[in-house]
């Protein structure tokens, strides 16, 4: 790759040449974009939504959901959400793909 095809987020720093990183036209990376994206998102909505999903699906089956996870730190999070704060009982699907 040519020096001249290597783009920096002018908000990041990070680099056209990162897997998976895009640079606009505006000189912003894909991740910057999502932040500012999910800013404008109505959270409070979202949480309802998943409550109501939660509500007409739960059942007194063994696990009430299927949780892909990789073992970082989103996927810790979230399985720590859905047990303490949504006490739901999960089954964990862990992926050794992105090890």
Not at 15 to 32: F, L, Q, V, W, Y
Not at 52 to 76: A, H, N, Q, R
Request: charge should be positive.
């Amino acid at each position: 790759m040519s020096i001249k095809n290597i783009f920096w987020c002018k908000s990041c720093l990070n680099m056209s040449t990162r897997p998976r990183i895009e640079i606009d036209k505006n000189g912003n990376c894909n991740a910057c974009n999502w932040v500012e994206e999910k800013k404008t998102l109505d959270w409070s909505k979202r949480e309802q939504e998943l409550k109501k999903i939660i509500k007409d699906t739960k059942s007194s089956s063994t696990y009430d959901c299927i949780v892909p996870v990789s073992g970082g730190k989103d996927g810790t999070f979230v399985t720590h959400q859905l047990k303490n704060i949504y006490n739901l009982k999960y089954n964990l699907k862990i992926s050794l793909h992105n090890c």
